[in-house]
């Protein structure tokens, strides 16, 4: 869960570089040097631990790509959800058929506490993303981004206290250099999006002012 939570969090600066790589999005100094934190996190606990992270290299690089693939598709995101449920349909279906063929899967043959558990599982999953769909259209990109990080905060908290996964300090200096990486990036965020507010403004005012 630890190793989750680290993926949760690259996540968002995994969509930057993928913007800057495919996009060609330009990034700023200040972002520049909140991603090389992000990556040299990474780059700790890999060299600390002799292998690469792969739980949370593939859960950031997968949100990251697909949130790069629903940015340029051409599809709403109702419609693309939709389309992409379509798609995957066919293989879930195939994949819940086998293991109920081969006694080996959980719903049914798991009891009914299991069985509704997972029935409502989808509920559980399609819900908040309807709402955070509904959400991102009633508040700012800066405040949709801050929340972002809700997620792996929380899971983070839950593996340290609930489940008690061992925290070595390569974790807390793995994790500091990407919150730090993280605070930068808001932090740049915020001040440049209030300075173009600002010109924004002033740019108003001295069209529509009266000479």
Avoid at 22 to 40: C, I, N, T
Avoid at 155 to 183: C, M
Wanted: charged share 10%; net charge positive.
């Amino acid at each position: 869960m630890i190793e989750t939570s680290l993926g949760y969090f690259l996540t968002p600066l995994t969509s930057v570089l993928l913007g800057v790589v495919f996009l060609q999005e330009r990034l700023r100094a200040l972002q520049r040097a909140a991603v090389m934190l992000a990556l040299s996190g990474v780059l700790w606990l890999t060299l600390r631990y002799s292998h690469v992270p792969w739980l949370a290299m593939g859960l950031c690089l997968s949100f990251g790509s697909y949130g790069l693939v629903r940015k340029v598709a051409p599809a709403g995101s109702l419609v693309g959800y939709f389309l992409e449920t379509l798609f995957i349909s066919p293989f879930a279906t195939v994949l819940i058929l086998s293991l109920l063929v081969s006694n080996s899967g959980s719903f049914i043959q798991a009891g009914a506490r299991i069985s509704l558990l997972l029935f409502f599982a989808g509920l559980v999953t399609i819900v908040p993303r309807l709402w955070f769909a509904a959400a991102a259209r009633s508040i700012s990109m800066t405040t949709l981004g801050i929340l972002e990080y809700a997620t792996p905060t929380i899971i983070f908290f839950l593996s340290t206290f609930a489940y008690h996964e061992p925290v070595t300090p390569d974790h807390l200096i793995a994790f500091g250099l990407v919150w730090l990486g993280i605070v930068i990036y808001g932090i740049e965020s915020l001040t440049h999006e209030k300075i173009a507010n600002q010109l924004q403004a002033k740019c108003r005012t001295c069209i529509f002012s009266p000479p």
